[in-house]
């Protein structure tokens, strides 16, 4: 009883922490000109998207093709862990589904089941960042200012709170990495073993 109370009061006190950024970004970021930007910034990862694209042309170089592969792989896994595992189970609604009185929405609202933790935008984006990182340290210069602005961009929308952002960039750099760590073993692994199977129908041919 007293556990689930004080849980109780810890997330009403987040929750209020969380609407009083929301509020501030509403009163003294937002403008007509980000009314514009941040919907088309947002659409772009609204399936994951821009980072598919990113993905698919690694594929076409050599030396990045596996960061390629590890980057649709990793979206896939954080779309299952992050969408239709940890959404349904926290089951937190939408900064956008508690208030009867919203600012002006830019987006369409989304449904009362598109449940709120961790914001899959967020996911996505940090996890391809993180592999693209992981690739080539250059290639941050534009995949990071490009996640922040996606993540931010969810906020901004009213669509996520601030705590739904930092479960997501956890989330997203966890699976990020493991993908990468995990992937290069497996793909080495992979190679090595075809290889082989080369070497030995070569040798067997010879004779």
Known sequence: MFEFYFGRINMDFIQNIDFSILFWIQDNIRCAFLDVVMPFITRLCDDGEIWILFGIVLLFFKKYRRFGVFVLVAMLLGSIIGNEILKPIIARPRPCHLLSMLPEMLIDIPKITSYSFPSGHTTSSVIAATVLMRANKKFGFVAVPLAFLIAFSRMYLFVHFPTDIIGGTVL??????????????????????????????????EN
């Open 172 to 205: 997203g750099v966890l699976i990020g990495f493991f993908s990468v760590t995990f992937g290069n073993k497996i793909w080495d692994f992979v190679a090595r073993k075809i290889k082989e199977r080369k070497e030995q129908k070569t040798g067997n041919d």
